[in-house]
Structure formats: structure tokens, C-alpha cells
């Protein structure tokens, strides 16, 4: 490595090399790729999940996520819904 | 010997799928093998002025499948290599001139002659995708270690699957090392991780492809370009050789190599 490129390095912001931000991008890029999923429809099931479960629990549906994530070769629906409190029954 | 129809493609343009076929097509013509090279991008033909034969053409593959010509009368045979021949793209048609059926004919034709049919596909995956490969046994996924490339060729490996390819094999093309080794290119490993693909060879950047396109020779012609020797290795491995992978880090590897190999001798 050049002398001029350590000292770069040293000074940059974040050390963490593009090749690895790269990487990442399209891991994720690839995941909603290869399940041919559309935001819209991920905005969709998100909507009719909030549905659903309200009528459960009362729910934070401002930070509830959900996204397809990638793991082991396998593709997992992941939710993450944070929950306020549970209705009473009535 | 069986003939092979392999297809060399990619998704994305620009990444050296043309250069990809007529390296791999005159190096298997350099050990006598038996070569044509079919140019499907109607339109858009370039495997012509990459070979150095664009003043050679008189009929294209639009007029082979219509029957303005024999298939011999439009093959252009090699200046340089008996066994080579070259069937050049029509450049005034589209993609739709030619069908996937008729394609599929043409290369069943051409397996009476040859033992080996290199198709160079067009970007896209479109019709011209379709076409190139209609007829094929084998396929060769060309990506350049960005992600732009990567995804569309993620995306080829799927559509190939859907054509019943299920054994595509990748080139990585104009790997840098010294990028690399900085960690401002993806590696070999980051892409085969990803593509989960059969590697069949990794050819450096080299400023000599350029100057034989320039030329119209192929640069495995050239016994100094490294992008040759890559090129000519895994013409090799396409033969069914056994031949192993040279180290990313070609360069600098041999002269640790040298280095230690000086330090034994001294000893």
C-alpha cells in the first residue's frame, strides 16, 4: 500500500472499504431481486399486517418494519412490530 | 468429438462479452479445434471489427435464416486460422428478425462441421437474449467485479435457469488487483459468494485488449498481454483441462514466489 494511500485512509471519515459497502448493497439489492418483490407490495402486506394485528394488540405502527431478509441461502420474512400494550378482553 | 454450443453472456452491456468470444474462439482455434462464432446482436454487430474482418462480409445471419444464402456462403473464415470461422449479425435488422426456433436450427446445422459454436449474445434480456440461447449446451456468464454487473448477471444465471442452462459458468472480467488489494473492489470470493456459480476464470485489466481491438487481433495472440493468458487458460479449462486458478494477486504473488524460490536457492 502507498504511503499516500495509509495516510488517506487514516484520515477518512469511516474506514470501512467500499468493496465491503458494495458488498452489502447488493446482498440487499439481491434479496428483494431474486423474490421479485416490489416495495409497493411489501408497503401493502405491511398495511394489512397493521390490520390484522390491531385488532390484538396495540401496536407502535410507526416503527413496525417489515422486510425480506437473506439468510443461509434462504429468504426469511421478517417483522418487527413493537407492541404498547394488549387489549383488554372484552 | 461431440460438438458443444455455448452461449457467452452477461445482462449488462459493456463488460466484455464480445472480446470474451473471439478470445476464447481463436484460442480454441489455436490447438486445432474446429470454431464458429455467431454475432446474434442484429443491429448492433461488433464480433466483425473485434476479429478484424468487417471488410469480409457479404451475407449475415438474417439472410443464412431467411434463405437469401447458404450457411457456407456467410461463414468468413479466419486470415489467420484455417478452422475458424465467424457468422457476423445482420446491422441494418432488428432483434426480432430472427426467432429462437430458427436459431435453434441454425446451431444444430453447424454441429455437423464444428466442434465448437461460441454464440456472443446481446445485452438485455429481451428477444436477442432468447435467441442466443435457444441452441445452446453450455453457458458462460461474463460480470466485471461491480455491483451493477453482478446483479445483472444474478439476474441471467436466473433466466438461464428457466432455459434448462443449470450449469452456467462465470468469467470475471477487468479484475483490478491493486484495487482489490485495497479493498475498493469486490474480490473473487465476495462474487462467487454471491452468484454461487462455478468459476471458470478471472482475466486482469489489461490495457493490451484494448490496443488489439484497436488492431483487430485478439489479444491471445499476444504472447505477452496478461489478459491473453488468461483468455488462453480458459480455453483450456472450456477443453476440459485441468487448469488451476492463478492467484488474484498475480503480480505480486510471483514475486514473493521468486523471492522465496532465490532465498531456497541461496540455502
Redesign the interface.
Known amino acids: 500500500m502507498a504511503l499516500l494511500d495509509i495516510i488517506t485512509r487514516f484520515f477518512a471519515k469511516d474506514n470501512v472499504s467500499s468493496k465491503d459497502v458494495a458488498r452489502e448493497r447488493l446482498r440487499l439489492v439481491l434479496v428483494h431481486d431474486r423474490a421479485s418483490v416490489s416495495p409497493e407490495f411489501l408497503n401493502k402486506l405491511k398495511e394489512d399486517l397493521i390490520k390484522v394485528i390491531r385488532e390484538y394488540l396495540e401496536i407502535d405502527e410507526e416503527a413496525l418494519s417489515v422486510d425480506l431478509e437473506n439468510e443461509d441461502d434462504s429468504i426469511a420474512l421478517v417483522a418487527n412490530i413493537p407492541v404498547k400494550g394488549f387489549k383488554r378482553a372484552g | 468429438m461431440k460438438s458443444r454450443v455455448i452461449v457467452i453472456t452477461s445482462g449488462k452491456g459493456g463488460v466484455g462479452k464480445t472480446t470474451t468470444t473471439a478470445n476464447l474462439g481463436t484460442a480454441l482455434a489455436m490447438t486445432d479445434k474446429k470454431v464458429v462464432m455467431i454475432d446474434t446482436d442484429i443491429g448492433l454487430r461488433n464480433l466483425d471489427v473485434v476479429m478484424g474482418l468487417e471488410n469480409r462480409i457479404v451475407f449475415d445471419i438474417v439472410d443464412v435464416v431467411n434463405g437469401n444464402c447458404k450457411l457456407k456462403q456467410a461463414l468468413i473464415k479466419d486470415k489467420r486460422f484455417d478452422g475458424l470461422f465467424l457468422l457476423p449479425a445482420a446491422q441494418t435488422k432488428d432483434k426480432t428478425a430472427i426467432s429462437p426456433h430458427q436459431m435453434k436450427n441454425l446451431t444444430n446445422e453447424l454441429r455437423k462441421d464444428f466442434d465448437y459454436i461460441l454464440v456472443d449474445c446481446p445485452a438485455g434480456i429481451e428477444q436477442g437474449f432468447k435467441n442466443a440461447v435457444a441452441g445452446a449446451d453450455d453457458a458462460i456468464v461474463v460480470a466485471t467485479p ?2 451493477s454487473s ?2 445483472d448477471a ?2 441471467i444465471i ?1 433466466m438461464l435457469e428457466a432455459s434448462g442452462l443449470n450449469n452456467a459458468r462465470l468469467i470475471i472480467n477487468r479484475l483490478r488487483s491493486k484495487m ?8 473473487i470470493n ?1 462474487i462467487l459468494d ?1 452468484l ?1 456459480i462455478e468459476l471458470l476464470g478471472v482475466v486482469p485489466e489489461d490495457e493490451s485488449i484494448v490496443v488489439s481491438t484497436n488492431r483487430g487481433e485478439p489479444a491471445v495472440l499476444e504472447t505477452a498481454s496478461r489478459a491473453g493468458g488468461a483468455y488462453r487458460r480458459i480455453a483450456r479449462r472450456l477443453m476440459g483441462e485441468k487448469v488451476p486458478m492463478l492467484s488474484v494477486d498475480e503480480e505480486s504473488v510471483n514475486f514473493v514466489d521468486r523471492f522465496r524460490k532465490i532465498l531456497k536457492l541461496a540455502r
Open positions: 461491480e455491483i453482478v446483479r444474478d439476474r436466473g482489490v488489494k485495497r479493498g475498493d473492489m469486490m474480490d465476495d454471491i454461487s
